[in-house]
């Protein structure tokens, strides 16, 4: 404990009212301990204020379960302040791109440009340095260019050879590489001048990614920090996009610069830079509209429907599978739009994942600067997927750890739970099943068994946020929280869920379902039970031979009483012989004693008439009442032996009929 908090914990307690303080005794001990970290929730204080309720709740002597309660407020008010930080780390990241890509779309400065790229690389990736090296094709190595938080004059003077150096070897090898401790990796090749420069920096871990223009390398991007550090895959795509951002900005001015030396040696300079002139503003206006539009919100379509415009042609976004295989592979390998047929194709791809395809149709003749127009909606395209995937990722795993929280925290405060629904759209009161789902399809191998998996949590985890449920991966399959609609069943729930799931991967998708569930909140094991429930409905399912296929308990008959979880006795009888017993009740009637005395007697009208002392024509009107309530088959094997079921846990359950008149 820090000496201001001990302090903290020694003073008087403030007066009511008194500003940016919140008493943690505020309402009952088991209640309103997440009032305080709320304010500081809203107020966007430091995460170590968080520890400030509970050292006041112990100073001012409070009961252990409000400080216990408070511990527990504490925890999931720095989930939140967690998750909201890392929303705000990928707008930030997001507002930086475009920003550049902005700056990129009306270059003037080359080295502004590429300096404010350094710049929000290293404030994004938190690292202490970060700088950008370019090839030197007529000395054959690699030189630092621009260079922020460097304090070592040797280390910004420092020039690597090809393959020498983590930077020589991604100038070499156009990929990128990382590693935690730069002196103690043996992969690069460790020379003196270079291990000194690095030395006098002070870094241990670095990044560096290739910057390239086609298939050439032109440089390398890097991100270092002077302690050791693990980069994460999505820092490494960050990076990667900065790089495609730097090498488009050289690759710009490279442009600019043949103009300007074109301009220069040709008699017709005027008319030259007049069509270099339109042609480039109107590539800034191009980067400009699409900048705006990925801001406001705008999708895919949205920017293929702006190219359209201004290439005046038709572009279309499509996925990879539906693209012509070859040009897509070449437009990958060389980085731009390449001819196929009568139509220019652009692939849209983040690394080596290959994300789908601009494509632009019926336009065979199109000018450098157009098909870089073209080149560069498809980076903007990647980079808007990347984005989407990136919040729809984050959706998926908070929905996931909310059902989570509902099956295995039990001691979890009800109304904060459905306070996290309400922010997924979600409805904790409405009536709900839970279902549980498993793949049916057999594996290759452990790799192939994972990957399916993962195709199924994903499909579940869509299907829960269109229909505003909850989806999370457990016990080897996928098990879906999901509301009833008015007059729909949970069995028919579970076999759309069946087919739908199926439809998705690829594969059979067996889903067993729970009997619906109702205020999930007021008891701490409902969910879990219902889960339990819709499990054994699941292994009920494939043991029948019914994989691939959906159900619940309750289609099972009497078998349903064995699968549910709370024994539905009074539910089973209702389903089977409740009209029966309705119709005695309402009319005094004895049909239900008559056909208690029917089975009895195998089914013999007449020994019943015998057994009831009534007249045969009498069994048999009763008979056809019974029939027209319960249905013509209810004397069909099965409907019988459910039925001779209801009856005797009817009669088990205090509805025994009276005794026989002699």
């Given at each position: 404990m820090s000496r201001d908090h001990v302090q903290s914990a020694e003073r008087p307690a403030p007066a009511a009212g008194a500003p940016g303080r919140t008493r943690p005794d505020a309402g009952p001990a088991s209640g309103g301990a997440e009032t305080p970290f709320l304010e500081l929730l809203a107020r966007g204080a430091p995460?170590?204020?968080?520890?400030?309720?509970?050292?006041?709740?112990?100073?001012?002597?409070?009961?252990?379960?409000?400080?216990?309660?408070?511990?527990?407020?504490?925890?999931?008010?720095?989930?939140?302040?967690?998750?909201?930080?890392?929303?705000?780390?990928?707008?930030a990241e997001l507002s930086a791109l475009f920003e550049t890509a902005h700056?990129?779309?009306?270059?003037?400065?080359?080295?502004?440009?590429?300096?404010?790229?350094?710049?929000?690389?290293?404030?994004?990736?938190?690292?202490?340095?970060?700088?950008?090296?370019?090839?030197?094709?007529?000395?054959?190595?690699?030189?630092?260019?621009?260079?922020?938080?460097?304090v070592a004059a040797r280390f910004q003077q420092l020039r690597l050879g090809m393959g020498e150096g983590l930077g020589g070897l991604v100038?070499?090898?156009?990929?990128?590489?990382?590693?935690?401790?730069?002196?103690r990796d043996d992969r690069f090749q460790h020379t003196h001048s270079i291990d000194t420069g690095v030395r006098d920096e002070g870094l241990v871990a670095i990044l560096g990614v290739p910057l390239t223009l086609g298939h050439h390398v032109i440089g390398v991007l890097?991100?270092?920090?002077?302690?050791?550090?693990?980069?994460?895959?999505?820092?490494?795509?960050?990076?990667?996009?900065?790089?495609?951002?730097?090498?488009?900005?050289?690759?710009?001015?490279?442009?600019?610069?043949?103009?300007?030396?074109?301009?220069?040696g040709l008699e017709r300079a005027n008319e030259i830079i007049k069509d270099r002139s339109a042609v480039i503003e109107r590539a800034s206006e191009v980067h400009d509209r699409l900048a705006e539009l990925v801001l406001r919100g705008g999708g895919v379509h949205d920017v293929a429907a702006a190219v359209s415009q201004v290439l005046d042609g038709t572009v279309e976004f499509t996925e990879a599978t539906a693209a012509p295989g070859r040009a897509l592979e070449s437009s990958r390998?060389?980085?731009?739009?390449?001819?196929?047929?009568?139509?220019?194709?652009?692939?849209?791809?983040?690394?080596?994942?290959?994300?789908?395809?601009?494509?632009?149709?019926?336009?065979?003749?199109?000018?450098p600067v157009d098909q870089r127009t073209l080149e560069r909606a498809a980076m903007v395209t990647s980079l808007l997927l990347l984005a989407r995937r990136s919040a729809a990722e984050a959706e998926q795993r908070v929905r996931g750890e909310l059902l989570d929280d509902l099956l295995d925290a039990r001691d979890r405060d009800p109304r904060l739970l459905r306070e996290r629904a309400a922010r997924l759209r979600a409805d904790l009161d409405a009536t709900h099943a839970v279902l549980a789902a498993r793949l049916e399809?057999?594996?290759?191998?452990?790799?192939?068994?994972?990957?399916?998996?993962?195709?199924?949590?994903?499909?579940?985890?869509?299907?829960?946020?269109?229909?505003?449920?909850?989806?999370?991966?457990r016990d080897g399959g996928t098990v879906l929280l999901l509301p009833l609609a008015p007059g729909d069943t949970a069995t028919e729930l579970a076999r759309r869920t069946a087919r739908h799931l199926g439809?998705?991967?690829?594969?059979?998708?067996?889903?067993?379902?729970?009997?619906?569930?109702?205020?999930?909140?007021?008891?701490?094991?409902?969910?879990?039970?219902?889960?339990?429930e819709a499990r054994r409905c699941l292994d009920a399912l494939r043991l029948l031979g019914r994989a691939g296929d959906g159900s619940a308990a309750e289609d099972f008959g009497f078998l349903g009483l064995l699968l549910a979880g709370e024994r539905d006795i009074a539910g089973f009888v209702t389903r089977t012989i409740g009209q029966v017993v309705a119709y005695d009740e309402r009319r005094g009637t004895e049909l239900l004693r008559t056909l208690d005395a029917y089975f009895a007697c195998g089914m013999s009208p007449a020994r019943t008439k015998d057994e009831?002392?009534?007249?045969?024509?009498?069994?048999?009107?009763?008979?056809?009442?019974?029939?027209?309530?319960?249905?013509?088959?209810?004397?069909?094997?099965?409907?019988?032996?459910?039925?001779?079921?209801?009856?005797?846990?009817?009669?088990?359950?205090g509805g025994t009929p009276p005794p026989a008149r002699h």
């Open positions: 995460a170590e204020a968080y520890e400030q309720p509970a050292l006041l709740a112990r100073a001012e002597g409070l009961p252990a379960e409000r400080i216990t309660a408070l511990q527990q407020a504490k925890a999931l008010a720095l989930r939140v302040r967690a998750e909201l930080e890392g929303r705000r780390r990928r707008e700056d990129l779309a009306g270059l003037r400065d080359l080295d502004a440009v590429l300096q404010a790229i350094v710049q929000r690389a290293r404030s994004l990736l938190g690292t202490d340095v970060a700088y950008l090296s370019l090839n030197d094709p007529v000395r054959g190595d690699t030189y630092m260019r621009v260079t922020e938080g460097s100038a070499q090898t156009a990929r990128p590489y990382v590693t935690d401790d730069y002196f890097f991100a270092a920090d002077r302690r050791a550090r693990v980069f994460e895959r999505e820092q490494i795509a960050l990076l990667g996009s900065f790089a495609a951002l730097a090498a488009a900005a050289i690759d710009t001015a490279n442009l600019l610069a043949e103009t300007r030396s074109a301009l220069a390998a060389e980085g731009h739009a390449v001819r196929h047929r009568d139509d220019w194709i652009a692939a849209v791809a983040a690394g080596d994942e290959l994300l789908g395809a601009l494509v632009l149709r019926g336009h065979p003749g199109l000018d399809g057999p594996a290759a191998d452990a790799d192939g068994e994972a990957d399916a998996r993962r195709r199924l949590w994903a499909a579940a985890s869509h299907l829960a946020a269109t229909r505003q449920g909850l989806a999370a991966a439809t998705a991967v690829h594969e059979p998708v067996t889903v067993g379902a729970s009997a619906p569930v109702e205020h999930l909140t007021a008891r701490p094991d409902t969910v879990a039970a219902a889960y339990a009831l002392h009534v007249h045969v024509n009498t069994v048999a009107q009763r008979l056809e009442r019974v029939g027209r309530l319960l249905g013509d088959d209810w004397q069909g094997p099965a409907r019988a032996l459910e039925i001779q079921l209801a009856l005797r846990l009817h009669r088990l359950s």
